[in-house]
């Protein structure tokens, strides 16, 4: 029994699987991108019942993407370099996320829009989750950069604020607020930001350089 289960689960993970390349394939193909649902069914070679029995609705499809997404920033944040301390982890955790969004930006801004609509923000918590994660890993300790009596505070709120920090960054990319090129500054100043206050006197001036002088919207900002 438990080898039939087991069986049976191998084949649900690779319907599920199966499903979600398809709807990423189709929305590469697609522009602008989109997929139907009748759509999705033909190209995957399975009934139209299929998707809704794993999925539920076109928004859990997108949803299931969306999840893919963090994932594979991780999976960047691995493949670079490893260099520096914290702060430095915390760029290398920025350049992921900016790198993996700007290879595909329609289908991300598609992806991220359509997740923004769906009513009652379904699955936003776990983002959220997903994100701070990523965050607090790239902090780690923070080793020679946070101030010792206030480190605990720092470790516990810093993920969850650069990741809405970060959440914030992309909704305005999506609006065509923030260009292409402006996203991984404005984000490594939003991060400095929030670090400051926190911050070893020693390393403020660093993060207040990295603050003063902004790249956004196709100009450079003076930051006084």
């Not at 290879?103 to 923000?121: D, K, M, N, Q, W």
Request: net charge negative.
């Amino acid at each position: 029994m438990a080898k039939l289960a087991g069986r049976m689960e191998a084949k649900q993970r690779a319907t599920r699987e199966h499903l979600l390349d398809t709807a990423e394939r189709l929305l590469l193909q697609s522009s602008p991108p989109d997929f139907s649902m009748r759509q999705l069914c033909q190209e995957a070679g399975l009934s139209f019942a299929t998707p809704f029995n794993y999925f539920g609705s076109k928004n859990g499809i997108i949803r299931g993407l969306a999840l893919r997404i963090f994932d594979r920033i991780e999976a960047g944040y691995e493949a670079m370099p490893e260099a520096g301390d914290a702060l430095a982890r915390l760029d290398r955790m920025n350049a992921a996320g900016v790198h993996l969004w700007l290879e595909e930006p329609a289908v991300y801004r598609f992806i991220s829009a359509s997740l923004l609509t769906v009513e009652g923000g379904e699955g936003s918590e776990e983002f959220l989750a997903r994100s701070s994660a990523l965050w607090r890993r790239a902090l780690g300790d923070a080793e020679g950069l946070l101030r010792s009596d206030c480190k605990a505070l720092a470790l516990e709120i810093l993920p969850l604020h650069i990741a809405i920090g970060f959440r914030g960054m992309m909704a305005l990319w999506i609006g065509g607020e923030i260009a292409d090129r402006d996203i991984e500054p404005l984000m490594r100043a939003q991060i400095s930001a929030l670090v400051l206050g926190f911050a070893e006197p020693h390393r403020q001036r660093e993060l207040l350089e990295r603050c003063r002088a902004t790249t956004g919207a196709g100009r450079v900002y003076e930051v006084v």
